[in-house]
């Protein structure tokens, strides 16, 4: 566990309601499930988890995959939460949302997140295209400063997730 995670969890609960972050927490844990499952569907197994900042990581041999393999591992996680959101939608319309948001938001191209990984992965032999990737995600993230000041978002969480998913694209 790095010192991201805590600290990003007690701005959380500072920010939001109890419940939200109960909701919040069981989103990311099916999320996490959906990859631990495919993990060992294909073989793979489970190697580590962390714990940080932008929340919870399954790690597994990935140099061991097929690209088949790791599209599915990668992939696994924000589908169970769109096939949640979808389930969810007419019963339980907030608990879509925050299936929808956690499925779209691991899609992003960040290489701390799933589609970022599926990206990287895709294309670790082409390390031009990976700086642009790179460049893209730090302009992502001051769009994302950007319009929390333009639309008035008074989160921190927000801008802190925004800086450190632009950091993590050279740190991490």
Same mark, same amino acid.
């Given at each position: 566990?790095?010192?991201?995670?805590?600290?990003? $969890?007690?701005?959380?609960?500072?920010?939001?309601?109890?419940? +939200?972050?109960?909701?919040?927490?069981?989103?990311?844990?099916?999320?996490?499930?959906?990859?631990? !499952? =495919?993990?060992?569907?294909?073989?793979?197994?489970?190697?580590?988890?962390?714990?940080?900042?932008?929340?919870?990581?399954?790690?597994?041999?990935?140099?061991?995959?097929?690209?088949?393999?790791?599209?599915?591992?990668?992939?696994?996680?924000? +589908?169970?939460?769109?096939?949640?959101?979808?389930?969810?939608?007419?019963?339980?319309?907030?608990?879509?949302?925050?299936?929808?948001?956690?499925?779209?938001?691991? !899609?992003?191209?960040?290489?701390?997140?799933?589609?970022?990984?599926? $990206?990287?992965?895709?294309?670790?032999?082409?390390?031009?295209?990976?700086? /642009?990737?790179?460049?893209?995600? =730090? /302009?992502?993230?001051?769009?994302?400063?950007?319009?929390? *000041? #333009? +639309?008035?978002? *008074?989160?921190?969480?927000? *801008?802190?997730?925004?800086? *450190? !998913?632009? /950091?993590?694209? +050279? #740190?991490?």
């Amino acid at each position: 566990m790095d010192f991201g995670f805590p600290a990003m $969890l007690a701005i959380a609960f500072l920010q939001s309601e109890q419940d +939200f972050m109960k909701q919040m927490l069981l989103v990311s844990l099916v999320h996490e499930l959906g990859h631990g !499952l =495919v993990m060992c569907l294909t073989g793979a197994g489970i190697r580590e988890i962390r714990f940080h900042a932008s929340g919870i990581r399954m790690l597994t041999n990935h140099w061991l995959l097929h690209t088949g393999q790791a599209f599915w591992i990668y992939v696994s996680g924000p +589908f169970v939460n769109l096939l949640c959101a979808w389930i969810f939608w007419n019963s339980a319309p907030e608990m879509a949302i925050l299936h929808l948001c956690m499925g779209i938001f691991n !899609l992003l191209p960040y290489k701390i997140l799933d589609g970022g990984a599926l $990206l990287r992965h895709v294309l670790e032999h082409h390390p031009d295209a990976l700086r /642009i990737v790179r460049i893209f995600c =730090v /302009i992502l993230s001051v769009v994302a400063i950007c319009a929390g *000041y #333009f +639309f008035a978002i *008074y989160n921190p969480a927000w *801008y802190l997730m925004a800086i *450190y !998913l632009a /950091i993590s694209e +050279f #740190f991490c």
